[in-house]
């Protein structure tokens, strides 16, 4: 047995961080499809997380990454209040090489054989128009277009509910939800990103960003003029008289050389992945800097993609996705009492919800028949 190999069976079976329920293994030789489906966990319903395609180093780096996105979606989707558990699937290979429709098909006859147990949706190196291919062959397929009986973008939900995480940081530190006159800085004006500087800007806040894409800074710039822009993520966090940061480009903003340097009071932003490895969080909390944590505020886009299962409403989701202002209070208010940092809190909050699902379960499953 490799290192590697070793390194997966341990996640799995073994490590605190284990625990997963199920892990499917499909292949498909005449499409050269090669995917890993893992389940980590029912307890609160079908296991919801999307499809990743990317060109692994090897098989076992891909199944470990699958162990530990899904393991991140159980805790995602238990904090956002669905009923729904974590999974997530990768299709290892180059997706500009590998990528067509037979070998799409062929992965939505795999995610069907699983009979509901885990629904798809996109991520990176998927997208909305091969979760229509996909959705071909499952019904358990969600993040398709609004032709194919999908919502389409999620990046509208996912920013609203990232100003909702804000809004409860400002009231946690500063007593009151509103940004007005508050100094926000937002790393990545993407999909995201531009539209949360709609949110901060019609609030009343004063918004600096940065962007590598040029397209993607002149387009809030040309619209709102009285944004500043400045050259990189470095000079963003250092900029003088900062309130909030919002990290919402790529994984690992929050690391050994940006904590540090950070001149907010509050990190929120829609990023996945902000902290690059455990303690970054204690740093954090002992420069006395707020995180709201990334996979709470960022679950606007996972509330939307579930609820396609029902039939997509944009309202109800809206309604689902201002909930995130009150978990995000709760989370500060658990990490204040329990004296850990707030992602600790989170991950608490959410295992609760899991176990008391679990426990409910194993009751309803004893109860003597009437
Ligand atoms: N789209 C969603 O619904 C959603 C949901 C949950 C989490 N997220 C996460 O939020 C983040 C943003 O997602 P998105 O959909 O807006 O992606 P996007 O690709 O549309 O936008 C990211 C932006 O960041 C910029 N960028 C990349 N590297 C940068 C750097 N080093 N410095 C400054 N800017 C940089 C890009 O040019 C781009 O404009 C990602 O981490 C994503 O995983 C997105």
Same mark, same amino acid.
């Given at each position: 047995m490799t290192e590697m190999t070793d390194g997966v069976l341990h996640t799995l079976f073994?490590?605190?961080q284990g625990g997963h329920e199920q892990v499917v293994l499909c292949q498909d030789r005449a499409s050269g499809l090669k995917a890993v489906i893992a389940i980590?966990?029912?307890?609160?319903g079908p296991a919801l997380g999307g499809t990743r395609f990317h060109a692994y180093a090897s098989d076992e780096e891909a199944v470990l990454d699958a162990l530990n996105l899904s393991r991140g979606m159980s805790y995602k989707n238990a904090l956002a209040g669905l009923d729904l558990g974590g999974g997530k699937a990768v299709i290892i290979g180059d997706p500009d090489v590998l990528k067509s429709e037979e070998l799409l098909l062929a992965y939505g006859r795999f995610v069907e054989s699983l009979g509901g147990r885990y629904v798809t949706a996109c991520d990176v190196g998927t997208y909305v128009a091969d979760m229509d291919v996909v959705a071909r062959e499952t019904r358990?397929?969600?993040?398709?277009s609004p032709e194919n009986g999908g919502a389409g973008d999620s990046s509208v939900l996912t920013a609203f509910g990232v100003f909702q995480g804000m809004r409860a940081s400002a009231q946690h +530190?500063? %007593?009151?939800?509103?940004?007005?006159?508050r100094k926000v800085a937002v790393a990545g004006v993407g999909k995201v990103g531009h539209y949360l500087v709609e949110h901060l800007l019609e609030d009343g806040a004063e918004v600096v960003i940065t962007d590598v894409r040029e397209e993607s800074l002149r387009r809030v710039l040309d619209k709102h003029p009285q944004v500043t822009a400045v050259a990189d993520t470095d000079a963003l966090i250092r900029t003088e008289g900062l309130d909030i940061y919002a990290p919402?480009? +790529?994984? %690992?903003?929050?690391?050994d050389e940006s904590v540090p340097a950070l001149t907010a009071k509050v990190v929120c932003g829609?990023?996945?992945?902000?902290?690059?490895?455990?303690g970054v969080e204690k740093d954090l909390a002992d420069r006395g800097i707020l995180y709201a944590p990334d996979y709470v505020v960022n679950a606007g886009g996972v509330i939307q993609v579930a609820d396609e299962l029902r039939g997509f409403d944009f309202d109800r989701c809206k309604a689902k996705a201002t909930k995130i202002f009150d978990t995000t209070l709760e989370i500060f208010a658990r990490a204040k009492a329990d004296g850990i940092p707030p992602a600790a809190a989170a991950d608490r909050i959410a295992e609760q919800r899991m176990a008391d699902a679990r426990a409910a379960k194993a009751a309803k499953g004893s109860a003597p028949a009437l």
């Open positions: 073994r490590s605190e980590h966990s029912t307890a609160l358990w397929a969600t993040g398709r +530190l500063w %007593g009151d939800p509103t940004l007005r006159g919402c480009a +790529l994984g %690992g903003a929050l690391n829609a990023a996945n992945n902000q902290l690059a490895h455990p």
